[in-house]
């Protein structure tokens, strides 16, 4: 019992003392997977999608001492455990039709679950510090998953409802719609992927919304935030 209940006091003071810190190594390691291993997995170098399932457990583990809810951490192993699937899947087996549909559930999970606890940790009571701050950016990259994740559905479901972009089971299927997604979000404009169906480009208008509206709305939370903490 002492021993159990030792465990759980350390627990709670690494969560004290690393939470904020596990915010910016949160944000690298997606950041890692979504600029690096995604890309360099689209040139054919299959490898690196094993170093996205690596991010993942890099995750799960930051999230294990910033987040106690175990909800968000069952949510989390799932979903590690459908990336490991389709993974050894793609390794031995031709291209099953419904990798893109477990693959797409599971980031869909990830971007929600990881959200909300990133939030919770950012938007807190206190002081407000660089990795807080790095956390924000965390959430709009998170934004751009989620929004990823549902290009594809769009994609898999209504033929050509999105130009440039082949919604099969490949390699460069990720590093399409995080661009497709980012393009979106930061309203750089559309060349060669193009929205064409009326539920596409809804979701892409709401993405575009959201990616306007976030900055100012960080900011002034950011600002609320440390002028309580100067008032304490």
Known sequence: MHR???????????????????????TVVLMLA??????????????????????????????????????????????????????????YYPPWPYNLYVLASAWLAIAVTLGAVVAQAVFRRGR??????????????LIAVLFGTLYIFVGLSIPDAIK??????????????????????TSTGYGDIVPVHPIARTLCILETVIGQLYPATLLARIVTLE??????
């Not at 689209?42 to 890099?58: E, H, N, P, S």
């Not at 407000?128 to 990259?141: E, K, M, P, S």
Request: net charge positive.
């Open 227 to 232: 002028m309580r903490q100067g008032s304490d």
């Open 128 to 141: 407000v510090t660089y990795h807080r701050i790095v956390g924000a950016i965390l959430l709009y990259l």
């Open 34 to 91: 979504m600029f690096v291993f995604a890309p360099l997995q689209a040139t054919g170098i299959f490898v690196f999608q094993g170093f996205a399932i690596a991010a993942l457990l890099a995750i799960i583990g930051s999230m294990f001492v910033i987040s106690d809810h175990p909800a968000a951490l069952a949510v989390m192993f799932v979903c590690l455990t459908a990336n490991i699937v389709v993974f050894v899947l793609r390794l």
């Open 164 to 185: 440039g972009i082949t919604f099969e089971d490949n390699a460069a299927l990720a590093n399409s719609v995080f661009y497709l997604s980012f393009v979106t979000l």
């Open 4 to 26: 159990i209940v030792g465990r759980i006091r350390e627990l709670r003071r690494l969560r004290r003392v690393y939470t904020d810190r596990l915010l910016t190594l949160l």
